[in-house]
């Protein structure tokens, strides 16, 4: 039996990030993975989609070259061509994190990981002891009943990453944001897409603002969508999927894509047997990400909060410090960013006005309109920043939507997590003509000193 500091199970986004602090800190590490280093981001999730969508993006740019003067010509998608940049880019971060991952000493073994005792992992019959666990077997895409996913006409996000050619037409069922980041990939190759979502929005959990500038967007670009209404059932036919939903509507498109949520790795895993208490199979942790077993822990997308890998690094970072007695900070899930990638995108940190109003506070509002902005107007992008305040008090909320605002949320984060108002921000001096002059444009106003904007 091999003996180490920690047995991670699980080689994702909060797996690894785990090991890779712990190692660092001089602890030693064995990491779990039965399949790829890098889990669901790396291979399944945020970084081929991201890949899918600057593709979309550079055809967009193709269609519309003659508004800026350019001649160019959009003829077609070349599926072949785009999953062979996108693995591309799969393949160089992939190689890179194992390259990381063999540098800090860390034991990487291969297989399919059980817990079977309060402290030991068994691998292919092999047992390994850790004086701490950490769980992190990561989600699944969830589907819904009455819906066989058969992989070719009613898919997952998985499997509609790997597309050898660009259907005619989709149904999107989910309009979160997985939902409408293949939504906005599909239109931008050239399919007829329908998203249909039962909440009352898109990216419902969003401001209701950004939801709507979100619709107003996708109206315009010719993406259909059906609000508030639930999925029924979905019938194959030769010629494809035909959904109907409670309200008695149905559509019919070649695929239909599930994107109704992921649900947590953490059945026949030997979870329960060892006492861990789950909710809904999420393990359920306090904020040093502690299950009620002493020396396990768990991380990322299998506890109940904000499944993003930025979350699950720092979930994975916070358990390796707090091992090695470092003490850091709990996490503020209020104050970590969240981004949309679709066209336009959405980005945000902090509460919505309804959550502020909620917790109490005494709520400004303040919304800078994109056309305003210089560099929105050169780019032809429409938008808004958004801020949502304290009434003289901290900026509690940033809502961004518009062309490349995902890059704005990194000085968005700051504002936010460390509690400026809006008068430190006005403060400070935005390059022109970029995007965040936005940011700062809207801080001027909420302080009071509006400069670019009228009223
Ligand atoms: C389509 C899509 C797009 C996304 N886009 C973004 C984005 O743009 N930005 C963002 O922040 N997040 C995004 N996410 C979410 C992000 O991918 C996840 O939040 C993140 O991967 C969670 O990390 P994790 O370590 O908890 O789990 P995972 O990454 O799922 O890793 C879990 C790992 O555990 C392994 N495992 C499971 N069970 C066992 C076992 N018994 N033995 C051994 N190994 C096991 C799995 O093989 C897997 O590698 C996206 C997700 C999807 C699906």
Redesign the pocket.
Known sequence: MSEFDLVI???????YACALRAAQLGLSVAL?????LG???LH???IP??ALLHAGEVADSARHASDFGVNAQFISIDMLAVNAYKDGVISKLHKGLQGLVKSRNITYIEG???LVGKNVIEVNGAQYTGKNIVL????Y?KTLPGLDIDGVQIVT?EQAMKFEKVPASVIVLGGGV?GCEFASVWKSFGAEVTIIEALPHLVALEDESTSKQLERAYRKRGINFELGTRFASAVRNESGVTVTLENGATFTAEVLLVAVG?GP?SAN?GYEEAGITLDRGYILVDDKCRTNVPGIWA????IPTL??????FAEGILVAEEIAGLNPRPINYDGVPRVT?SEPEVASVGLTTAQAKERGYDVVELSYDLAGNGKANILKTAGSVKLVGQKDGPVLGVHMVGDRVGELISEAQLIFNWEAEASDVAALIHAHPTLSEALGEAHLALAGKPLHAHG
């Open positions: 199970l699980g080689g994702g986004s909060g797996g779990v993975e039965e399949d790829k889990g669901t981001c399944r999730g945020c989609t991201k399919h990981g059980r992190a077997t990561g989600s895409p996000s997985i992921r790795v895993l991380v990322g997308d299998l499944q993003l890998a930025h979350v699950g990638y």
